[in-house]
Structures are given as C-alpha cells and as structure tokens.
C-alpha cells in the first residue's frame, strides 16, 4: 500500500543537503520524496528520533552461484538462526549466510534500504537475478566478474582497445549488472591452469597472454570511464590478505592516476611486513593516500570477531585460507570467466592476525579524512555479517567502548598499530555519510542517500539512544519506496523492490566478434548466454555519467 | 505432415542432466508435434517425439473432468485441511514453478522434498560435510586431461556427455580431444561407456568406499598392504598407477553417478570421492561433480536452497525451515504413514516408491501436476494435466553443473504450465491463511471482550 505520509518534529540527517540534524518535515508521495502533501496524509510524529536516508550497502554478498553455494555447505549455521515466517512474510534462515528472504528483511530491520551484490560470473547472472528476484524489501543489483575474462584479455593481448571497451560495454548488457567487478586480475589461470598457482606481482607478465594485472586493470578504468558507468571499476586487487600488500595496493591506485577507481574491503589490503611473516598495519599509508586522491573511492572490509564465511573469485586465496583453518572448502571455476573459492571462518580476537585486521579496519575509518570516500562494509559475510553493522557504528561513534574493546583483544596486534592514539568519535552525520550519502554517491544512485524533494522515499526512524548499538540494531520505522515497512518496530506489509542495473551503448558489430570465441570454447550456445528481460522484475535503468 | 512448419533453433532439451541447448528443432504447427530434434541423443529424441498434445481434460477431480478453478480450489481446501501435507518431485518442472511450489509449502507449514533425495541426496548430504571443488562443463571441454568416471554409464544415462564435454570434445588446452586426454572409468561391471576409456577398473560391488579409502592414502603417501586386491578386485598396481596420474595430470575431474552414491556407503562413498579431490589440490587442480540426471533436478536443489537454506527434505511446521533426511524426505514421511494430504509436481513417486509408500500413497489425497498419466496422476484425488517445460513453455533450467538456461518452446500447449497452476494455487492458499489468520485474531478479540 503506498501511501501518502508526513513525518514530523524527527531531527534530520541528510549530509547530500547539508542538513545536520535539524527539525524539518519530510513529506511522501508515490514513492517519492515531495514538498508536500495533504493535510489528511497519515502523520509520523518522529519527536526524539533521528531520521536518515535508508542504507545503502556498497559491497557484499547476498545473491547468486557462490552465495547459494555457501548456503547449501552450511546446514550447521542456519539450523542455529531460524527466521520464521507469518502471514505476510515468507520464512527462511539466517546465520552467516541467511536465505534471500531472510536476507532482505534482516537489512529492511537494520534501516538498509539498498544492497549490491559485489560478484558475480556472467554465464552465472540468470541465477543472481532469480535470487535477487527473491530477496525482498530492498532494491539491489550486482557487479559482474571481466577481470579474468579470457574473451576480454585476448582482445587487449592484441591491442584490440575499441573493441575492449565495446564488449565490456556489451557484457554489462548482456547480464544486467550495475558495475564491473575485477577481482586478482591475471590469477585465474594460474590456479586453473598452472597446478593451483597464482600472480605475486602486479608486474608480473602472463606467460599466455602477456599481460600483467597492471595491464589489465589499467585497460578496465580507461573503459569504464570512458563509457561513463555510473560506478568506477569496483577493484579487488591482487595479494589479498597476505604481509606486504601494501606496495601491490599503492602501486594499484598508482594506475589509476586520476581516474575514477573504487578499491573493494581496502582492509584486506593494508598490510605491511614481509610475505610469509606476520603482518603489521599499513593504514596509516593508505589512509594518506586515499585522503590525497579524490578519485579514490573505498570500502573498509572491516573484519567483525565471530563467524564469517569467505566467499570470493579469489580461489587462490580460500585455498591458502584452508591450508590454515582445514575446514570444508569449496573450489567453483567457470568457464573463461572466474574462479571461486568458499570457506567457513572465524575471527578471533585472541588470533594476532585477526585482531590485527580488526584494528586495521578501525585505523583506516578514524584516519579518513573525507567520509564520503570511505564506505562502511564487513564484505559480508567475509569479515562478518551486515548484522554487525550497528556494533560496528558504535565502535566508530563511542571512544570509550572502543577502547573497552581493544582491551579483549590481541594486545601484541594492537601494539603494531596506532588504534589506541586515534580519539576521533564519528558523529550521527559522518555515520549518515558513510551508510548512505557516500555509497549513494559512489554509485551515482542520484535518487538515493538522501532526503531532498525528488529523492526515493527510501527512510529509516531510529529512536535517539546512548548506545548506538542499540540505536542502529532497531529503527522505529523504515519505509522503502514510500511503504511503511516497519512501523513500532513491526513488520507490517513486504514489498519486492526494484533491480538496479546500467545500460551502456555500443556498437552491435562487437557480438560477431564474441560469437566465434564463445562458440569454441563455451559449453552452451552463444544465443542463449544473454539473459532476456524477463529476469528482471521491477527495474530501473541507472544512467551513466557522461 | 502439415505445412505449417516452424525452425526453432538453440533449443533446450530437458531430459537429462546434460541439458543440452543446440537443439534444432523443426516443429509441425498443426499437429502440435516436434517432426525433427537435430543434435539430440537418443533419449533426447524421444523427449521430443513422445511429447504430443494428447486429448485429455486439463483438470480432473476423482477421475470426473472439472474446471482448472474449480481443481484450484479443491487443491487449496486439501493442503489447508491436512495437518502433515508434503511436497514432492519437482526435477522436471522450471525454477519458476518451483520457486512458487515452496512458498506454497511454506504457507501451509507443509514438507517440501524433490527427486534428490532418492538420487544424488547423499552428494547433498557429503558436500555439506566436505565441500566440493568442482566446476563448469566447458572447463572439462577445454581444460581436462585427466577424465574419470564412477559409478556411471553416460554413454547409456548422459549420451552426448562424452562428445560435448568431456571425451572428445576440443577445447583451448585440448585442441586434440580425446588424444589429449586419458580417461578412466571405476565400474562393477562392464556398461556400453567402457569402451571408451584407456583404463577401465573393476572393482568388487560395495567396495567403493575402500578403493576411494585406499587412493586417498596412497595419495597421502601411506603404504597400503597388497591384500587390497582381494578386498576390492583393485590390485595396488593399478591404484598405484592411477594415483600418479592423478597426482601428475593438469586439470584432473571425476563425474560420479549413482554407482557410488546408492550403494553401501551412500555419503561416505560422495565424501570419500569429495576428499580425495580435494586431497589431491595440494598437487595440481582437481576438481568433481556429480553427473545429475532429471532435467532440472539442479535447478530445484538451488531454489531451495536460496528460499529455505536446505536443499531438499524441508519442513515448515514450526512456521521455519528446517532440514532433517530421514525424517522430512519423502520416502520416509510416506513410509511411515505421516503425510495426510501429498502435492506431486512432475514426478511420478507411484511407480517407482518402496511399496509401504505407495500404499500410503493410495490412502490419502493427492494433487498432481503433470503433462502424462502416470500411476501417480491415476490416483490422484486432484490431477492437473500441465504443459511440458521446455516443450511448451519457457522458464528456467540448471544444467548439472549449476549453469542456469532460459528455454525456447516449440509449440503452444492447451494447458496451463506448472507455473501458472502453482501461482493461482499459490494465490489461493495465501487468501486461505490470511483469512484464517484474522479468523483467529477476530476470535481472540471475542474471547476479550467475553472476559
């Protein structure tokens, strides 16, 4: 039911408009944000509450063949965390890796209005599509994986760069995805081809293609700028979590030079010290970087002790993960385009790494200097739930629960990183800025994170509490395109939302190209690899920048 | 023949796990009938022979035609008068229909299970307690030097699985086909696929699991006592001979069928295949996968568990899903005389359940779905005469290696599709329980306002 509404006497934040918690009405039409409405329009008296723009998640992993994959492995967790269902809403289940109803309404009772599902394979968008069909009150989308797309490397192995650009452009169209996701550009043939190996170098050459991840990553932001995508290449670099990335990471933002680029859960890649050896933090010279570079936008892929489940194209990397925890694995590649790695984990804070992680995530969002640049994420669920996002909030905004916490953990990790100096708290507008107004921005959701006339009526009430935890954990009410979705805390109707995606143009003459490749080395059939309208339900074509 | 006569190309065929979409169909528009399926196999051919229109009522209740509203209605009162309704078959139908048929299950707080229970059930159950590295069919196309079976017979059950993946097809690392690879086969008997491979070993019915034991360990370096010869029929020789190519090979798979997942051992023979694949990752990339056989039986393993988190043998009586095999999957619930009212969606349970289950089968009532009579539609209290997927409708299917393909239809069918029946079904049941719902909070109002 849509209805027309006027919240009243709530304290605003909505940092897009430079409103910073001031008393303001906020009217609702159709699903949209007006001047004003009818006096009889239902009221919401909000005195004493805090209103913001719905949450927007930039990163995680919520839908589709890896996401279904580490469901499936794990019985043991959701038989922990029943969801149940009633008249209205469907059942499910949660835990680390929750099913898709669970999964939007457990983001709809955080106050998070829209998520991205940050990976997924071409030939494997069908099945995200169908889940994200299934995943109800958000609006969502995804980011498709041409990072190791053999198609796509051959083209820039022979100069061919027109030709690069067209297909990713045709790719994107061809699967419905919202952005393009590269993750350790150049590693997927060296696992998959070369006894489970992988590229330790970003110089470092193929020997079949003769391209180094620097050659493949600098070709993705010279297309996806120049096609005007409404977000950069969405980055996982190479090295992912082993001592010494650091220089790999800097040396990857180096390539972007002042291109729009976006670096996925940049925690991961903050570590100095020598491979092989424990590592030791490197936020300090990341944060600097970031804070120097406007084209930079990032995720933290901040590690949350407690369960997780690795899930990534990164195959090497759960491997290696295995390799120290031995618990069940699952290895998934797909043809000429990814590979996949699953794994059950836990972070602990007694685990010097683990609690070094923990810090370094924390180190990274109190250096920030410019919030909107620095998205709050977990990876979900490879450093933790999207359900630890409110004790997270409370890390950032209260010092002195900060630092009751640091005090739990491995004392020989904090004392590598500068954690205990930084006495910055985030304020309810920062936090606005880095749930919403930020990740709205870095996805050019023009119509999203905000609050202004115009804007989607995407909004979430949170009584004004202490302990922010609490605060975060349980809005009042959220409404998702104008519905009243939760109101006192109660469910009280569903709703679908709406599949996000772009649209690129390009020049048809590049499907012949394509065709001859994928006829010879895919197994299904070239006509029936683009997936047709009919998996997109309610949809909205987001416009590029150009 | 008519004249009538319509080209569909890049079509799906349904039967199998293979899920083959080069079909070439040639389509008489008059008749409603499919003249010609270029590309297909054998089995392929009769999928698309044998699905004619036939003249029969779309809906029937005790034998009596009816209205498909009037089936719907009876269908709904059924399912929300029973205290234990399940939900079976599903392998056979688009994740569309299926994805409609759990939230049918999960709004009557019934049990839902497919086919996977008495097929691949104990690969469910071994990839839940082991993992899996496995992969895509074209990665065995163009990567896979090393080919082995177990327990299967595609030449005979996955026809065209040697040509299209993974024997004589060419792919990028393997412009030779078959001369690029070698591939091995572990059967009880000879079958019709064992002349195609180089190495062919018999081993003593039962003893999957020890052989699998046995190769783990040498994998693992262990010394194993030639007695394993009498054990198994597999001499240390032989495993030790496959054991270095497995170690040595660049991209190794194994496919494994139902000759090790439905003998002694069930999910300990899956597990012991799943472990040593992944035993063998320290050494070079190895990867396994389950040869699946009903057309979408992957695509129903995948809807349930992205709705429920299980992938089959699912019950919602506590108003969640919960997962227990044994105990929610159908032969079980059947068996045991619990199910009181049973929704069967393109699958046939009566000719082919353990006969305690079919006896209960008979004694309570049952809503089919299904485009043939069957011994299950001929016992049905509800029976609904459905179009056939990928023949008569669109959706969506999974290949057994989890690829997900959009269907063509050939030719319009008279009937509604499972989707279509299960939506209104589907529509139905929910009016039915809100409507229950505020028949109880109606109650609980009265009984206050008495106090």
Partial sequence: MTTSLRIVNGKLYDPTNDIDGESRDICIENGKIVDSVDTDAKKIDAQGMVIMPGGVDIHCHIAGPKVNLARKLQPEDHRLDPHPGSALMRSGTGGIVPSTFTTGYRYATLGYTTAMEAAVTPIGARHALEELHDTPVIDKGFYVLLGNNIFLQKLLQQGRTEEFKQAVAWWINATKAYAVKLVNPGGDEPWKGKRNSNVANIDEKSTETDLSPRDIIDAFIGAVNELGLPHPPHLHSNNLGHSGNVSTTMETMRTAADRRLHMAHIQFHSYGGELGKNPVSAAQEIAEYINSHPNITCDVGQVMFGKSTIMTADAPLAYMLRGISKNKWVNADTECESGCGILPFSYQENIYVHALQWAIGLELFLLSQDPWRIILSTDHPNGGSFMSYPKLIRLLMDKEFRKQEIKSVNQKAINKTILQDLDREYSLNEIAIITRAGPAKALNLKHKGHLGVGADADITVYDEHEDKELMFSAPRYVIKSGKLIIEDHEFKQDHIGRLLHTSPDYDETIIESIRPFFEKYYSIEFDNYAVNDSYLHDHEVIPGIN | ?451
Avoid at chain 2, 17 to 30: Q, S
Avoid at chain 2, 123 to 132: D, N, V, Y
Avoid at chain 2, 421 to 426: A, C, G, N, V
């Fill in chain 2, 1 to 451: 023949m008519s004249e009538n006569i319509k080209t569909v190309k890049n079509a799906t065929c349904t039967f199998c796990g293979c899920v083959c979409d080069d079909m070439i169909l040639t389509v008489d528009m008059d008749e409603k009938r499919i003249i010609k399926a270029k590309n297909a196999c054998v089995l392929g051919r009769a999928w698309f022979s044998q699905h004619t229109i036939e003249d029969a009522p779309a809906a029937m209740i005790d034998g009596q035609p009816v209205s498909v509203d009037e089936a719907i209605e009876e269908a709904a009162q059924t399912l929300m008068n029973a205290r234990f309704p399940i939900t079976y078959g599903l392998s056979d139908t688009t994740c569309e229909a299926q994805r409609q048929a759990v939230a049918i299950t999960d709004f009557i707080k019934g049990t839902i299970d497919t086919t996977t229970s008495v097929c691949h059930g104990p690969s469910g159950l071994a990839f839940q307690g082991i993992g899996e590295s496995t992969m895509t069919l074209g990665e065995v196309k163009n990567r896979a030097d090393l080919v082995i079976y177990w327990g299967g017979n595609p030449a005979e059950s996955h026809p065209r699985h040697f040509t299209k993946f993974t024997v004589t097809a060419k792919g990028m690392f393997t412009p030779n086909g078959k001369k690029d690879r070698t591939v091995v086969l572990f059967d009880v008997r000879r079958t019709a696929s064992t002349p195609v491979a180089d190495i062919f070993v018999q081993l003593k019915p039962g003893k999957d699991f020890e052989v699998l034991w046995a190769l783990r360990a040498l994998v693992k370096g262990r010394t194993i006592d030639a007695s394993i010869e009498e054990e198994t029929g597999v001499s240390l020789e032989t495993l030790k001979d496959l054991v270095e190519r497995m170690k040595n090979c660049r991209y190794g798979v194994f496919f494994f069928g139902m000759g090790l997942t439905m003998t002694r051992g069930r999910h300990f023979n899956s597990g012991a295949l799943l472990a040593l694949t992944t035993d063998l990752n320290e050494f070079t990339h190895f990867v396994a996968k389950p040869a699946r056989g009903h057309g979408n039986v992957t695509g129903a393993d995948n809807v349930l568990s992205w709705q429920t988190g299980y992938p089959f043998g699912v019950n919602f009586s506590r108003g969640f899903p919960r997962f227990n095999p044994g105990e929610f999957t159908t032969v079980d619930t059947l068996s045991r005389g619990e199910a009181d009212a049973a929704l069967i969606i393109a699958s046939d349970p009566a000719s082919n359940f353990p006969k305690a289950a079919i006896d209960h089968l008979r004694s309570i009532p049952v809503i089919t779905l299904d485009p043939k009579e069957t011994l299950t539609t001929k016992l049905a209290h509800v029976a609904f005469r459905t179009a056939t997927y990928g023949i008569n409708t669109g959706g969506t299917v999974y290949r057994m290696d989890d690829v997900p393909i959009s269907l063509r239809p050939a030719f319009e069918s008279p009937f509604p599709s499972d989707e279509e029946i299960l939506t209104s079904l589907k529509a139905r049941v929910h009016e039915l329980v809100l409507a229950g719902k505020n028949q109880q909070s109606a109650l609980k109002t009265s009984t206050s306002l008495n106090a």
